[in-house]
């Protein structure tokens, strides 16, 4: 089962003075089962995300299904938009919400609790969530994230790996930065999706 996409929002990680501006990317896959998302960005892309969904016919609502990477900020703020979604994200990814590394200032206070009270499915180690899309472990940005990967019939295998590969130069150097990993697995999670 081949699946097509199309990126709804293009991240982008724009370095500013005292930090950055994180825009993450939000695919849209079209699926055998509907619509799905993986990601839906931070309050800093909502219009953008409402814009790409209306440019393919699509509203909030016809969203059944959305992978959540991981729960960082700018990947999971607009979860609140989706009102028929059920949302897919790591067990992993679950339990460090709630303690999340010290340096890590980027998880959103209360989204567990908001996750908690919406549809929900907390995965082990991968599988699938919809003909031909799998999902597999890519931690080290942080000990859950997880990535998305399907066979598209022009570019044949496509990983979406979101913040497990933030930027061209970490695919480049396969090295990880800004990992909040405790087990510091970023950069063989980097070798590991180039290898796919």
């Known amino acids: 089962m081949t699946v097509s ?13 005292d930090g950055f501006l994180g825009i993450s990317t939000i695919t849209l896959l079209h699926t055998a089962n509907g619509p799905m998302l993986v990601d839906v960005g931070g309050y800093n892309t909502r219009l953008a995300l409402l814009d790409g969904l209306k440019a393919h016919g699509l509203t909030p609502s016809d969203i059944k ?18 009102p028929n979604a059920k949302f897919v994200l790591s067990r992993d990814e ?4 709630e303690s999340p590394h010290k340096g890590d200032l980027f998880m959103p206070w209360g989204i567990r609790d908001y996750l908690a009270a919406r549809p929900n499915e907390l995965i082990g180690s991968g599988g699938s969530v919809a003909p031909g899309v799998d999902l597999f472990p890519a931690p080290g940005h942080t000990p859950g994230l997880i990535a998305a990967e399907f066979d598209h019939t022009d570019r044949g295998r496509v990983v979406v ?3 497990a590969i933030k ?5 480049l150097e396969a090295r990880c930065d800004m990992e909040f990993d405790p087990q510091k697995r970023g950069t063989a999670t980097i070798r590991h999706i180039l290898d796919r």
């Not at 996409?5 to 003075?17: F, P």
């Not at 679950?94 to 919400?97: E, I, S, V």
């Not at 930027?167 to 695919?171: F, G, Q, S, T």
């Open 5 to 17: 996409y199309d990126i709804l929002v293009q991240g982008n990680s724009l370095k500013l003075a």
């Open 65 to 82: 299904l959305i992978v959540l990477s991981h729960l960082h900020f700018d990947h999971a703020h607009n979860i609140d938009l989706f």
């Open 94 to 97: 679950w339990d460090y919400a």
């Open 161 to 163: 790996a979101c913040d």
């Open 167 to 171: 930027y061209a130069r970490e695919a």
